[in-house]
């Protein structure tokens, strides 16, 4: 087994909540509106996090948008600051922009308002903030502060000496060379303080700085390994960060009712693929049955939410020997999750007109998202589920949602579980807004229809993995997308 920092070692790791794609993407209502919102949050905190309100058919019909910021564990009344307004973006009449200061790190939720015909309505997304930067002072502008402060000191040891030295002359009178000595120790004792000063105030600076570099956001640690259970193998995920050994992390909360998703990616070829619900074996060991997949190396990628709404993603690679997956050996003692899924082949191409990917019961998934879609460009994947003849897919809930997605980039340094309703987690949206615990639904679009808002942060080629469920059956297809610059 190799550590995942071997893996993606200088990836930008954005979002808490994903890997390298920092953006919150919503798909939702608020009240009598529909809209959907994108929440691109700031690298360093506290710092402005920018919010795209869109309000399809709300043109002519809405007359104010406001957004606010509330954190996890703001009172409520008086808890969070008043709405800002979000204005108009000019030649979309239904797109509008606004800018929210976002002071602490933590789980917000970002209250979306919308007033017009047909009444008013609230959405909330939930946003995770973390500090992912501090930004350096230019170079230039440290010279030009230096000299500067350089020539501050100079003055006041020049002050200081002339004032010993002179202020008890008479008119006329010249200066004496006891009076000199005077003001030359005078400007010694000055220098010796405000250098003091000065070197005591920058290792408070220092001080101040490493504290805050410190607050850097960090995923926490684990180590996956693939292992015997006195039976079949069986997946082991466990967190080996001090912050967690030390419980300085709130306990979890389920998400879909699992308290975490676990998302298992053969890697470099994308051949393999499973969705599994580790239960916890103790209080920093999570465990599950290893799915039908062959032997290889895997990265793994595990979604939790804590209590107070904040959620992450784990990273690790796992190496799996043929040993541990002879044919005939025992089956794990651990049971299973019903939910949990696997699929192995080849994605289709996506660029490919009229794309589609054979589902194992018959049915077929098809491709009607952009065939090139480019970077940081919003979009929709949208997709066709067509049951063996030919006809729309009747679909049934598969843990709440209509649909699952996850995509990864080939290289590991994009990693995103979407849903209908966009990025949001849905544990951290039942922890911040309990009473709208239902809300996003299904989010399933037109019959046999299932649609993800999304826009790629990189270039490159990544993989799709949809899953829907027809007759109690997890059906997987997937694609593979060139994303352009």
């Not at 600076?205 to 960090?218: K, T, Y």
């Not at 049971?335 to 490919?352: F, K, L, M, N, T």
Request: proline letters at 9%; a negative charge.
């Amino acid at each position: 087994m190799r550590r995942a920092l071997l893996l993606v070692a200088g990836l930008y790791l954005a979002t808490a909540g994903h890997v390298g794609s920092k953006n919150v993407f919503f798909a939702g209502d608020a009240g009598p509106y529909p809209v959907s919102v994108v929440v691109r949050p700031p690298d360093v905190v506290p710092g402005l996090a920018e919010i795209s309100v869109r309000i399809p058919g709300g043109a002519g019909e809405v007359e104010r948008v406001t957004v606010r910021p509330v954190r996890w564990d703001a009172a409520p009344e008086g808890g969070a600051p008043p709405p800002d307004p979000a204005v108009p973006v000019p030649g979309d009449p239904e797109l509008y922009s606004a800018e929210l200061w976002l002071m602490t790190v933590g789980a917000y939720r970002i209250e979306v308002t919308v007033e017009g015909a047909r009444g008013e309505g609230t959405a909330s997304v939930p946003v995770t903030s973390v500090m992912l930067d501090v930004l350096d002072m230019p170079p230039l502008l440290g010279a030009v502060l230096l000299l500067l402060g350089a020539l501050l000191l100079a003055g006041a040891v020049t002050i200081a000496g002339a004032a010993v030295r002179e202020s008890r002359l008479g008119p006329d009178e010249a200066v004496q060379t006891t009076q000199r000595r005077w003001g030359w120790f005078a400007m010694t004792c000055a220098a010796a303080l405000l250098l003091t000063g000065a070197y005591w105030g920058n290792a408070w600076w220092d001080a101040v700085d490493r504290d805050v570099r410190g607050g850097i956001f960090e995923r926490l640690a684990v180590e996956g390994v693939v292992t015997g259970d006195g039976g079949g193998p069986v997946l082991e995920v466990r967190i080996t960060d001090p912050s967690w050994l030390g419980r300085n992390w709130s306990p979890l909360v389920p998400d879909h009712g699992k308290l975490m998703h676990m998302f298992v990616i053969a890697a470099p070829d994308m051949n393999a693929f499973a969705h599994l619900h580790p239960v916890p074996a103790d209080s920093a060991t999570f465990r599950v049955p290893w799915p039908d997949l062959p032997p290889g190396e895997y990265r793994i990628y595990g979604d939790i939410v804590h209590e107070s709404g904040f959620a992450q993603t784990v990273v690790d690679t796992v190496r799996v020997e043929a040993g541990a997956l002879v044919e005939g050996a025992p089956r794990a003692m651990l049971e299973g999750d019903p939910d949990d899924s696997s699929w192995r082949g080849a994605a289709a191409q996506a660029s490919v007109p009229g794309a589609s990917a054979s589902l194992s019961d018959g049915s077929s998934l098809h491709w009607l998202g952009a065939e090139e879609p480019r970077v940081d460009e919003e979009t929709v994947l949208s997709f066709a589920v067509r049951d063996p003849a030919g006809e729309p897919a009747v679909l049934e809930p598969y843990m709440g949602m209509i649909s699952h997605a996850a995509l990864t980039r080939d290289d590991g340094s994009v990693f995103v579980h979407l849903h209908p309703a966009g990025t949001i987690s849905m544990g951290s949206l039942s922890v911040l807004v309990p009473q709208m615990e239902s809300m996003a639904g299904a989010g399933e679009g037109d019959a046999g229809t299932v649609e993800f808002p999304y826009a790629f942060p990189q270039p490159g080629d990544y993989t799709i993995w949809v899953q829907v469920k027809r007759a109690g059956e997890v059906l997987t297809g997937a694609f593979r997308v060139r994303v352009m610059e």
